[in-house]
């Protein structure tokens, strides 16, 4: 059964310093996502991302977030100053297209930040 | 502001025992509501979508039913395995339909 794999699984990192998280959506998926969920609270959206480009940002998503799919299979987020409070779970969903819209998580990449 | 309410927080149930989890939401348009399933350290596991009122849907001991203003997931005879945390996520057509707006989730335990 098609899966979405996300890299590392845990990445651990110091304050200020620049994290790429990697994720290979299901293949014949068209729309992208990153959501994180912080210990002990609910998954929250970060962004989607649909032919190469934003299509819809949270908040959360300010600019020392990034998003890239730099090849035909990988979908990156990168945090370029990592902070204490960006510490937390963060999944990667893909979806199939508008009308087919259910989302596909990943297992998520543990981010701490020391 | 979309908003999604579930209870209860957490939930102890015998082997067998059935109960129903609840989810309450606020949308402008309900575009879809979503169950999913999370097990510890892992990511969401997509169970059920439900578009309109009335509609449900069913997968071996769940049931998901869907009104105007709520959303029940009625475990039957559950088993130990139905153990997990289960999160409800509704998309606005109004405000950012794609985005998944979830609720803080019913940790279900089931004991043998």
């Known amino acids: 059964e098609p899966e979405v794999t996300q890299t590392p699984s845990h990445q651990v990192t110091q304050m200020g310093q620049e994290v790429i998280l990697r994720c290979v959506p299901i293949?014949?998926?068209?729309?992208f996502y990153w959501y994180r969920q912080i210990l002990g609270q609910k998954v929250e959206f970060l962004v989607s991302?649909?032919?190469?480009?934003?299509?819809?940002k949270s908040e959360i998503f300010d600019d020392q977030f990034s998003v890239e799919r730099p090849d035909g299979s990988n979908f990156t987020l990168k945090i370029r100053s990592t902070k204490l409070e960006d510490s937390a779970m963060y999944f990667c969903?893909?979806?199939?297209?508008?009308?087919?819209?259910?989302?596909?998580f990943g297992a998520g990449t543990r981010l701490s930040v020391l | 502001e979309d908003q999604v309410t579930q209870s209860p927080e957490a939930l102890r149930l015998q082997e067998g025992e059935s109960s129903s989890l609840n989810c309450s939401y606020t949308?402008?348009?309900?575009?879809?509501l979503f169950w999913y399933r999370q097990d510890p350290g892992k990511g969401p596991e997509f169970l059920f979508t439900?578009?309109?009122a009335g509609e449900e849907k069913e997968k071996e001991r769940l049931k998901a039913t869907l009104t105007k203003k709520e959303s029940f997931l009625h475990i039957t005879a559950p088993k130990p395995e139905d153990s997990a945390t289960y999160l409800c996520?509704?998309?606005?057509?109004?405000?950012?339909?794609?985005?998944?707006?979830f609720g803080t989730g019913t940790r279900l335990l089931v004991s043998p």
């Open positions: 293949s014949n998926h068209l729309y």
């Open positions: 439900l578009y309109s």
């Open positions: 996520a509704v998309q606005d057509m109004d405000t950012g339909f794609q985005k998944l707006v």
């Open positions: 991302f649909y032919n190469n480009e934003i299509s819809e």
């Open positions: 949308v402008s348009g309900l575009r879809g």
């Open positions: 969903a893909s979806s199939e297209s508008q009308a087919l819209n259910i989302q596909y």
